[in-house]
């Protein structure tokens, strides 16, 4: 099994203490997720997060239908957390998010480490490039509700 990493940064304008709270509501999941994808929450709310909270997903993976389910394996509010693929399109998907202070805001990172079957033809051409629409994407989305995000040592 290939394992792959993605890796983006991004500031936002609040101190972690004030944006880990948006993180910690997975139903904000719908808000920072492409449509495209057609995401959808199955776990009834509220869904109270901590380190081994199951959360189920439906969506829409270049339009053949997914079911999703992950674990928070990490759980460390207001500085970081992890949620791992437990069933999925995925062979690995392993997502941690970071908020550091800095620069009177926080730099929130996202690291995922992820595999995919025939990873040899499904990641460069199909995958890979899923994964950095979704992140742009996501993003978006967090600087118009956070603010400008400049991006990190801009």
Do not use: S
């Not at 829409?60 to 992890?82: C, E, K, L, M, S």
């Not at 995925?90 to 997502?95: A, P």
């Not at 730099?107 to 995919?116: K, N």
């Amino acid at each position: 099994m290939h394992v792959r990493e993605f890796q983006t940064e991004l500031w936002l304008p609040l101190p972690p203490e004030d944006l880990f709270p948006f993180f910690a509501d997975a139903g904000n999941l719908d808000a920072i997720t492409p449509p495209w994808l057609h995401f959808h929450i199955v776990t009834p709310p509220p869904i109270v997060m901590r380190e081994g909270t199951l959360i189920d997903y439906r969506l829409r993976v270049r339009g053949i239908p997914a079911h999703w389910r992950t674990r928070i394996n990490a759980w460390q509010p207001p500085h970081r957390f992890v949620d791992e693929q437990v069933r999925g399109p995925y062979r690995q998907w392993i997502h941690e998010h970071t908020f550091a202070a800095r620069d009177g805001g926080t730099l929130a990172r996202d690291v995922v480490r992820y595999a995919v079957p025939f990873d040899f033809i499904a990641h460069r051409w199909l995958v890979r490039p899923d994964v950095e629409k979704i992140f742009r994407y996501r993003a978006a989305a967090l600087q118009r509700r956070f603010g400008d995000g400049r991006r990190a040592g801009a």
